[in-house]
């Protein structure tokens, strides 16, 4: 049985703002460095202030800290990093950070529960070269002069019955995007056009939204997709909406191969964001696995 162990803990995500563009306009492999080089740059600035890379998921990083300054100061040198390295600069590449302390639950490397939760919001209210941190996170830090904060209101969370406390991290010293951020939380709760997916297998089609329960395949009865095939196993792999993007995540013991254009990824235990559209094929690459293609396009 996997050793569960409660931690309080700072969790924060940081993600390289604008990916699907960055992948448009430079390609798959020049985008995918660029990425790659950022994703590092924020581990190595983690590390600095104390905290553990737990995973990298496509554009994202996710890092824990033992305390909330730690995580603090390292989102603000995080944001300063991608601003002041040349390479980066240059391709006009930024990120987007969200950070909370609370409760979790440490198991096998990776980290779950209500602060991972609360974590991931925040980074989804956060936009370009923005942090965004519960209050509770920056309280009594502040008033040691650490760092400045300025109240963005309320924002609710999923799992919450009552709206949380919100701030905006003040890296630099102009600080005319705040208002920006405060618009995107004065209009979060009000709707707004869905990003959507839709999978095509053999006939049969399925669309799922931002609000959609994970979206199962495997060869056992019972998942939202079930491929009766010897290579594909019985718990396969699963799409979810995370943060901003459609993920597609391998939990099988031969793989899954993605075809983007006319790039083929093979991932093992591992996640991708989709974009765009392609195809998903189950334990085999898509040239082998042609019959049992899944379809897959992001609107």
């Not at 919001?121 to 040691?144: C, E, F, H, N, Y």
Request: hydrophobic share 40%; aromatic share 6%; proline share 3%.
């Amino acid at each position: 049985m996997p050793r569960v162990t409660p931690a309080t803990l700072t969790i924060l995500f940081a993600d390289v703002s604008g990916s699907t563009k960055l992948f448009e306009t430079r390609g798959d492999v020049r985008a995918r460095s660029l990425i790659a080089s950022v994703l590092g740059a924020l581990a190595e600035v983690a590390q600095r202030h104390g905290g553990t890379l737990v995973k990298t998921i496509g554009d994202e990083v996710m890092c824990t800290f033992p305390g909330a300054l730690q995580g603090l100061l390292a989102s603000t040198d995080m944001q300063r990093k991608v601003k002041s390295e040349p390479a980066f600069v240059a391709e006009n590449l930024g990120i987007r950070v969200g950070l909370h302390h609370g409760d979790a639950l440490l198991e096998d490397g990776d980290i779950f529960g209500d602060a991972v939760n609360v974590a991931a919001r925040m980074a989804a209210l956060a936009k370009r070269d923005q942090i965004v941190a519960t209050a509770g996170t920056a309280l009594g830090i502040t008033s040691a002069g650490a760092l400045q904060v300025r109240s963005l209101g309320t924002a609710r969370v999923a799992g919450k019955q009552l709206p949380i406390e919100i701030v905006d991290v003040l890296w630099q010293e102009d600080v005319s995007h705040v208002t920006t951020v405060q618009r995107i939380v004065q209009f979060a709760n009000q709707p707004v056009e869905r990003m959507k997916l839709a999978l095509r297998h053999r006939g049969r089609e399925f669309t799922i939204d931002e609000t959609a329960d994970p979206f199962t395949l495997g060869r056992e009865p019972g998942h939202s997709l079930t491929v009766d095939a010897d290579w594909v196993s019985r718990d396969h792999a699963m799409i979810e909406w995370k943060r901003g993007h459609f993920v597609l995540t391998d939990r099988s013991t031969n793989g899954t191969w993605v075809r983007i254009g006319s790039e083929e990824l093979m991932l093992h235990r591992d996640a991708l964001h989709l974009r765009r559209s392609g195809t998903i094929s189950l334990g085999q690459s898509t040239e082998t696995g042609s019959v049992n293609l899944v379809y897959f396009d992001c609107t």
